[in-house]
């Protein structure tokens, strides 16, 4: 007689997948509790999601921002990555070639943070005159993207960190 393991679909990809997905969780937790700039990001994301709300762009000019917004937090992810990585191998002390690398990568969020803005900007633009359809039925379907996108990123940034190991970067002289 078969027992209920020996009845049961061989799935060898399923836990792997969902502890990887778990692990990348944490990770995005991790830095939206640590990193500044993902914070405002966040607060930034918000405001466009309010502005959204308010113009009612169409479906495809929604889609286009949020995946620019995406990009946005996704570059700061990888900086954070990139940070952490360079400050473990250089025993957390400064070094040229350390410090070039965290500037490369922080001006990689730069570039995308710049294409974000002239993306915002041709929304604002190709949107005018702009009427305020706030308590409309105009474009219903963008607004349930906006907002689905936004309750997710808010989940995000208050979910509770409960990282295996705190990490401490040391101060730097003369920083209290």
Request: with cysteine; proline share 5%; net charge positive.
């Amino acid at each position: 007689m078969m027992d209920a393991e020996e009845r049961r679909p061989h799935q060898p990809n399923a836990q792997p997948f969902l502890r990887a997905l778990g692990y990348s969780l944490r990770g995005v937790v991790y830095a939206f509790h640590a990193e500044k700039n993902l914070k405002r990001d966040v607060w930034l994301f918000t405001l466009l999601a309010a502005v959204e709300w308010c113009l009612r762009p169409s479906l495809a000019q929604t889609a286009i921002t949020l995946f620019v917004s995406m990009c946005v937090f996704a570059a700061e992810l990888f900086n954070t990555a990139v940070e952490l990585a360079v400050d473990v191998a250089s025993g957390w002390k400064d070094h040229p070639v350390a410090g070039m690398a965290k500037d490369v990568a922080s001006g990689a969020v730069s570039f995308v943070a710049f294409g974000a803005l002239a993306v915002a900007a041709w929304l604002l633009a190709s949107n005018w005159p702009w009427h305020l359809w706030l308590f409309s039925r105009r474009n219903l379907d963008s607004v349930a993207l906006v907002t689905l996108c936004v309750a997710a990123v808010w989940a995000v940034r208050l979910w509770p960190y409960r990282g295996v190991a705190e990490i401490k970067r040391p101060r730097k002289e003369g920083q209290s």
